[in-house]
């Protein structure tokens, strides 16, 4: 099944359909108003579904300019940020990127953030402004980010920009040793903008990389 009613008008909204957290696709807000929306309305992170009340709360938001603020108490929120092609975990190149898919990522981060007693918010998108879009629409409630950038390591100024801005400590993610493989992959834009890199640890870069965000979050709160 797939949404309808979407259309490129003013403002667009990035909404995961179906059961593959990776699938995005743009809806205007009239569309979101209307409940054009496919997925779980209890925003199961495992279906890869928002809840539409949190998508109207979202386009509400930007509309009026404003970013989210945590309610009082709410626990330390980390983003899982993936970039182009990311969707395609477990079917492109597995033995390049193992076998393991970006849902099955985001499953054993969930149970690890459990552990931490931390939240995470798993975003995915093969265009460039909609991560940088993310970012911006959680720089005042969010901790710390977990970042791969797919190929937008290598060519994306203004993804670095945003990471550069952002408050919270940044740590950039790679499956494979970026450095061992051809000579465009091991520069990266992104790296002098982050906190730290992780590269050439599968999977387990990224429970790494949380386990060092809620670290560092919790060490440097006032």
Not at 77 to 89: E, Q
Not at 129 to 146: C, E, K, S, V, Y
Not at 156 to 162: E, F, G, I, T
């Amino acid at each position: 099944m797939i949404a309808s009613g979407c259309a490129a008008l003013i403002l667009r909204v990035y909404v995961p359909v179906g059961k593959n957290a990776a699938t995005l696709t743009h809806c205007d807000t009239q569309s979101v108003a209307a409940g054009t929306f496919v997925g779980d309305e209890n925003g199961n992170l495992e279906t890869g579904t928002w809840p539409l009340q949190r998508v109207r709360k979202t386009v509400a938001m930007v509309e009026r300019g404003e970013t989210a603020n945590p309610p009082a108490g709410q626990s330390l929120r980390i983003l899982v940020i993936s970039g182009p092609n990311l969707n395609l975990l477990g079917r492109r190149d597995p033995e390049v990127y193992g076998a393991v898919t970006l849902q099955d990522i985001h499953a054993r981060l969930e149970r690890r953030a459990k552990e931490l007693h931390c939240a995470l918010e798993p975003f995915q998108s093969n265009h460039e402004g909609a991560l940088i879009d993310f970012l911006h629409a959680h720089i005042d409630d969010a901790g710390g980010a977990i970042l791969n950038p797919g190929g937008l390591t290598h060519t994306s100024v203004a993804l670095h920009d945003a990471v550069k801005a952002m408050p919270f400590p940044v740590i950039e993610v790679h499956l494979s040793n970026v450095h061992a493989r051809e000579e465009f992959r091991r520069r990266s834009l992104i790296a002098p903008a982050a906190r730290g890199q992780i590269v050439g640890l599968g999977w387990y870069g990224y429970l790494a990389a949380l386990d060092a965000l809620v670290t560092l979050a919790r060490d440097e709160r006032p």
